[in-house]
């Protein structure tokens, strides 16, 4: 089982910007995805974007262009840099792990993200 806690989020002005970061802690080498979810008010928890322990890098089409996934492995932290935030940005942000064995996910508690116009 990984540990995961999020931090970063606040409230910025639309076309601003900001850095997520997860940190793991726990069972790394089981780790074969990390990736960013967002769950906005009265909507699903959607995908924003994951990153595999070999590099391949996947966004969801409403952020490419302005977010950027990345990973400290020294650290153990996953970053998501938001940069021309949308007001529809505006979500709780978690991050997760997905277990290469069991496909099991961790989850974080999420951290608010609100992005005011």
């Known amino acids: 089982q990984v540990q995961l806690v999020e931090s970063g989020g606040g409230l910025v002005q639309a076309g601003g910007s900001l850095r997520l970061s997860c940190a793991a802690s726990?069972?790394?080498?089981?780790?074969?995805?990390m990736g960013w979810y967002r769950q906005a008010p009265g909507k699903q928890r959607e995908l924003v974007a994951t990153m595999t322990n070999s590099g391949i890098i996947n966004y969801a089409d409403s952020v490419k262009g302005r977010f950027t996934i990345s990973r400290d492995n020294a650290k153990n932290t996953v970053y998501l840099q938001m940069n021309s935030l949308k007001p529809e940005d505006t979500a709780v942000y978690y991050c997760n792990a997905i277990n290469r064995w069991s496909n099991y996910a961790d989850w974080g508690q999420g951290t608010q993200v609100t992005v005011s116009s």
């Open positions: 726990g069972k790394m080498s089981t780790i074969r995805t």
